[in-house]
């Protein structure tokens, strides 16, 4: 009797699971496609434990009749494509049919669907019915996945941290959100709402949701076309950057892909414009017949081949560029500046919706060059700034506060003032295991994809700046510390001068001067924060600083004060440090509010991905 056998549809179902259903991301990526597949407007996700307890997706979307809900779990059940001409031109996001079938046989699956005129429940536990009965009759989909690879415990154990396994989620639910902006889509885990968009089709209200509002609104229009191709989207300003590529997103007919090469053509087009190692945040749309984009290529389908590169590829970057070069030209912008607000209402804002109208105009002027934002009302507060900057008029920003009083809280990086620094919503930090040390310099620390070169100066740099700029930020006068002998400052009469009417700035960042005849201060305590050793350099420099600029701008001198103090006793090149110290170093910089750059803003770390690795040893193309 021969030995082949055909295998069952349970056995093989689990099989397929491990190409398609890798980690909790992929059913998220799975149960979202399908959603958005069925035309859904509305979409939300729950998760517990990053998914791996618990993952819910509720759509609106068209639902199953009884007879597609108990077929759609079978191997190659699918209602996208029935005949080989359809996988040249495929418009949906699945077609494989196999999704359903694989999650289902490595997890508790429960399925809820109604097509508006019947409904019903089915539950499955590893692939098998357990399960099934009449359902509510609300349009739409509401699948729970528990306890995922409950009886595949081998893949299980290749599951990294809660943390890892939830930014590919986020990662994955930011991408489908920009490429949907006509969906809403709502991702919630543990509890806390983590993306919230608002489905009115405005990329750059998903990009103020992703990114938070000031970055998006350095985020510029483009488009172009040639004879096959239609790109567009929005460009960062060169002002705004980061220190990984992650930040192209690219969706070619509506499919978010990864592709190397309209990458690195995205990354050309800001040469010059951008300090080596950082990025821009480029959100990329490439539409053309499906005919020239094989998506067949992986099961999980973020790799495509795209014909007609060398149509396409100068079509990108010329766009860009320009859009880049027209914006950077703007020459005078009109901008109100505003008290800070109260912390709370600011993260309303952050999440709130934004003008369109009026949000249109502005990115259009910016976009086009030489147009002056006018200001009407507040004239007490107008200021005019002369520079290459664009800003943005603040309210524009801000819906009436009844828009957004339902929604809940968030997580949520405030807004910045407009003179202040904007900062990044904080990066999911990598989890990275030390291997070693390299030149007495620069730590080298692998992860799950590649590695990490972490410049031990530049690290420890940005953690002592952001310990000092909290300290500056606030001198307590409980942490002050008496001098036994008094430091002496000599200056000349008119600096003693320019000195005296600054003194209350320089008292903001820790430095108290005594005048001490006519040539001379005194200085009797200094707070407990300020490095040790530097105390009698620290103050001269800051003395320097208001005798240089004559300026009372306490905000930049807090800047200054915390960029000098971060300075001294940083761990200099050719240190051998010991791998409790380098743990130590990295654990302090994963805590920083930005541990990419230091405050000099270069870069502190440098990744090398697997995929760049592989691409130079030739492993793939
Ligand atoms: P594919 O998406 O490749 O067709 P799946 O296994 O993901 O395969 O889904 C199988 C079928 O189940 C789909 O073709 C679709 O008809 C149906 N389906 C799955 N999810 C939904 C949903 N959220 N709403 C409506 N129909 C769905
Ligand atoms: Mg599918």
Known sequence: MGKIQLMDEWLSNKIAAGEVVERPSSVVKELVENAIDAGSTSIEVFLEEAGLSFIQVVDNGSGMDESDAMLCFSRHATSKISKEQDLFRIRTLGFRG?????????????????????????????????????????????????????????????????????????????????????????????????????????????????????????????????KDYKVYGYASLPEVTRASKNYISIFVNGRWVRHYLVQKTVIDAYHTFLPIERYPIVVLYIEGDPYLTDVNVHPAKLQIRLSKEEELLPLIEKTIRECIRNAIHVPIVEKKLKPARPQTEQMNIWKSSINETKLEQIVEKLSGGSDVVKESEGAENVQEERGTTPAVLEDDWVLPKEEFQQEPQVEASPIMEEEEVVEERKEPFPQLEIVGQIHGTYIVAQMEDGFYLIDQHAAQERIKYEYFKEKVGLVNPNERQTLLLPLTFHYSQDEMFILKEHREALEEVGVFLEEFGTNTFLVREHPTWFPEGFEQEIIEELIEQVLKSRKTDVKKLREEAAIMMSCKKSIKANYYLTKEQMEALLEDLRKAENPFTCPHGRPVMIHFSTYEIEKMFKRVM
């Open 98 to 226: 196999e999704a359903l079938a694989s999650i289902a046989s490595v997890s508790k699956f429960s399925l809820k669907t109604s097509d508006g005129e019947s409904g019903i429940e089915i539950q499955l536990e590893g692939g098998h019915l357990v399960d099934k009965k009449p359902g509510s009759l609300r349009k739409g989909t509401d699948i729970t996945v528990s306890q995922l690879f409950y009886n595949t415990p081998a893949r299980l154990k290749y599951l990294k941290t809660i943390q890892t396994e939830l930014s590919h989620s986020i990662e994955f639910m930011n991408r489908m959100a920009l490429a949907y902006p006509n969906i809403a889509f709502k991702l919630v885990h543990n509890g806390g709402t983590l993306l919230h968009t608002n489905g009115r089709g405005n990329v750059q209200q998903v990009l103020a949701a992703i990114y938070g509002a000031p970055i998006a609104k350095k985020m510029i229009h483009f488009s172009g076309e040639s």
